[in-house]
């Protein structure tokens, strides 16, 4: 007797063959978003070294921020060539319910630099930037009266 051979060949399908090896990868569950200081210290980072203009940043802010944020562009911005900035610390205290005050050590290069920020919880429950400073004091204290 003959054995017959299929026509089709071997079965062809969409999907990959059988996994055989036994070891598995970690299973990814839902990723918790990040904490509101370290969202806004990416996205101040951004309009600070050029790759985001400040009217992109202006609906996050409320109050003096956003004239604090365009005095520091136009006095001391980060570096918008060379190394790109890292963040090496994040920190917050919580003063008062719905209230971040912010600071975050950032290097560009050799230099060291200090950024704080303060946060404010909005009627709309959304994070608004209420003040902005880098290197020092604010642009309101070193204007003249």
Same mark, same amino acid.
């Given at each position: 007797? $003959?054995? *017959?051979?299929?026509?089709? %060949?071997?079965? &062809?399908?969409?999907?990959?063959? +059988? ?11 839902? $990723? =918790? ?5 370290? #969202?806004? /210290? ?6 600070? /070294? %050029?790759?985001?203009? =400040?009217?992109?940043?202006?609906r996050h ?13 136009? #006095?001391?911005?980060? +570096?918008?060539? %060379?190394?790109?900035?890292?963040? #090496? ?9 719905? *209230? ?8 560009? %290069?050799?230099?060291?630099h200090a950024? +704080?920020?303060?946060? =404010? ?10 003040? *902005? ?6 642009? &309101?204290? /070193?204007? +003249?009266?």
């Amino acid at each position: 007797m $003959q054995k *017959v051979l299929s026509r089709r %060949g071997p079965r &062809r399908t969409s999907r990959p063959p +059988a996994r055989r090896d036994t070891r598995r990868p970690p299973r990814v569950g839902p $990723q =918790a978003p990040p904490h509101p200081a370290e #969202h806004f /210290t990416d996205l101040l980072l951004l309009v600070l /070294t %050029g790759h985001r203009p =400040a009217v992109w940043f202006a609906r996050h802010t409320r109050g003096h921020a956003f004239e604090d944020l365009l005095w520091l562009l136009a #006095h001391r911005p980060l +570096a918008r060539t %060379g190394p790109h900035p890292r963040v #090496h610390d994040i920190g917050h205290y919580e003063p008062d319910s719905g *209230v971040y005050e912010v600071f975050a050590r950032i290097s560009v %290069g050799p230099r060291l630099h200090a950024l +704080a920020f303060r946060l =404010a919880r909005a009627e709309d429950l959304r994070w608004r930037c209420t003040a *902005v400073d880098l290197d020092g004091r604010t642009p &309101r204290e /070193t204007e +003249a009266p």
